[in-house]
């Protein structure tokens, strides 16, 4: 069983719609969490970072994190051609532990 | 602020030869983690290197190494390549060790 389970999708959505993406992990040891963006052929973009249990939000992008239930979920609003990419869930272990652990991504296309 | 940069983009060569891939981090950076990206493995990290020394290491073999310079650039090699070394190699940098990475648009290798 991988540390970090991700639906690897492909999921199509209509421009407009809210996204809902997910991660499962299994280490409770796990303390920090990130969404990446990346676009065919690009590097990884962060797109959010948190540390600790609840939300946060940053324009129409919303993560969420249940350290319970060892679940985070990214939410996308009002979604976008331009948001077509892989989503790709990572977390950390420890301050000093820069060594990230991703989840396999997800294929996301918003259809005009 | 000019972001990761990586050298060269693209790469061939061919099994048992070795390669050298290079990394500036962003200006004022002291981390930079190497990852290998493939289809099969998704991203999984190699090593991390702060202030010269590493710090972290992955589950790679031995083939499979780096080295941080005063000014925080970073080079990764890869000795007696093989045909499963082909993949996308990204190189990612952070201000300390709290796992927000920045990562830039990689290397492709293709070993033949």
């Known amino acids: 069983q991988k540390e970090v389970e991700q639906d690897p999708g492909p999921l199509s959505v209509p421009e407009g719609a809210i996204v809902s993406l997910n991660c499962t992990y299994s280490n409770s040891a796990f303390q920090y969490f990130m969404w990446y963006r990346q676009y065919s052929r690009k590097g990884p973009e962060l797109l959010m970072y948190t540390y600790s249990s609840g939300n946060k939000e940053d324009g129409r992008f919303t993560a969420q994190v249940d350290k319970s239930s060892k679940y985070i979920s990214l939410f996308i609003r009002d979604s976008q051609p331009s948001d077509s990419a892989t989503y790709l869930c990572a977390m950390s272990l420890k301050t000093g532990a820069n060594n990230l652990f991703f989840g396999t991504g997800t294929r996301l296309t918003v259809i005009p | 602020k000019a972001g990761v940069t990586q050298t060269p983009r693209y790469l061939i060569k061919t099994r048992g030869q070795q390669v050298t891939l290079s990394c500036s981090p962003i200006?004022?950076?002291?981390?930079v983690s190497w990852y290998q990206q493939t289809p099969g493995q998704g991203l999984q990290f190699l090593f991390e290197y702060f202030s010269e020394t590493q710090r972290n290491k992955g589950n790679f073999p031995g083939r499979f190494s780096g080295r941080q310079f005063s000014n925080s650039r970073s080079e990764m090699n890869v000795s007696t390549l093989e045909l499963g070394d082909s993949a996308l190699y990204l190189c990612?940098?952070?201000?300390?060790?709290?796992?927000?990475?920045?990562f830039g648009p990689g290397t492709r290798l293709t070993v033949t």
């Open positions: 200006s004022g950076h002291r981390s």
């Open positions: 990612a940098s952070s201000w300390d060790s709290n796992g927000e990475q920045y």
